[in-house]
């Protein structure tokens, strides 16, 4: 009995192939956050697009019944952040006072009192926060540190904004 050999035949279509679903793989991974931004952006315009067309109708102008809608838009949610804000300064305060104080003394000083009598810990924290050792010494690197740090804090507000700006473009061409 013959036995049938079988050849895999492996082309460079094949490879090529492979590689591109590899490669796409990594450029929307390495692209992840604008693509959330631009999926985010047309689900807002989305949204706003049933009320700009309305308004559209009402003015006969479309870039009016945009800026009236979005001109709304940030309205309503400054007055959510004005109403939020004060009840979870109050909730923040609330969890803090059993911090503040424990009978006799304050219980943060006593927590602190006890890391400041381990030396070794006590050094790490006061070095995580001293500039010349994170930058050793480089004012080009302090001025680096400064806006990775304002990036981090800001990037939120920076990416909320630029949401609702791609989707007021977006809503501005009726197509």
Same mark, same amino acid.
């Given at each position: 009995?013959?036995?049938e050999?079988?050849?895999?035949?492996?082309?460079?279509?094949?490879?090529?192939?492979? @590689? /591109?679903?590899?490669? /796409?793989?990594?450029?929307?991974?390495?692209?992840?956050?604008?693509?959330?931004?631009?999926?985010?952006?047309?689900?807002?315009?989305?949204?706003?697009?049933?009320?700009?067309?309305?308004?559209?109708?009402?003015?006969?102008?479309?870039?009016?019944?945009? *800026?009236?809608?979005?001109?709304?838009?940030?309205?309503?949610?400054?007055?959510?952040? @004005?109403?939020? *804000?004060?009840?979870?300064?109050?909730?923040?305060?609330?969890?803090?006072?059993?911090?503040?104080?424990?009978?006799?003394?304050?219980?943060?000083?006593?927590?602190?009192?006890q *890391?400041?009598?381990?030396?070794?810990?006590?050094?790490?924290?006061?070095?995580?926060?001293?500039?010349?050792?994170?930058?050793?010494?480089?004012?080009?690197?302090?001025?680096?540190?400064?806006i990775?740090?304002?990036?981090?804090?800001l990037?939120? *507000?920076?990416?909320?904004?630029?949401?609702?700006?791609?989707?007021?473009f977006?809503?501005?061409?009726?197509?």
């Amino acid at each position: 009995m013959k036995e049938e050999i079988k050849k895999i035949d492996i082309s460079w279509q094949s490879f090529g192939r492979f @590689y /591109l679903l590899f490669l /796409l793989t990594i450029g929307i991974w390495y692209f992840r956050s604008f693509i959330l931004l631009a999926l985010t952006a047309f689900i807002v315009a989305s949204l706003l697009d049933v009320p700009i067309g309305y308004l559209e109708k009402k003015f006969k102008n479309r870039w009016f019944a945009v *800026f009236l809608i979005y001109l709304f838009s940030v309205f309503l949610i400054a007055v959510v952040f @004005y109403l939020i *804000f004060p009840i979870l300064g109050k909730v923040f305060v609330e969890f803090l006072t059993p911090f503040s104080s424990e009978g006799n003394g304050n219980f943060l000083n006593k927590i602190f009192e006890q *890391f400041k009598s381990d030396s070794n810990f006590f050094n790490k924290w006061t070095s995580f926060f001293n500039i010349a050792d994170i930058s050793g010494g480089d004012i080009a690197s302090v001025f680096s540190q400064a806006i990775k740090f304002t990036n981090k804090i800001l990037g939120g *507000f920076f990416s909320a904004f630029l949401v609702f700006l791609i989707a007021f473009f977006l809503n501005l061409e009726k197509k």
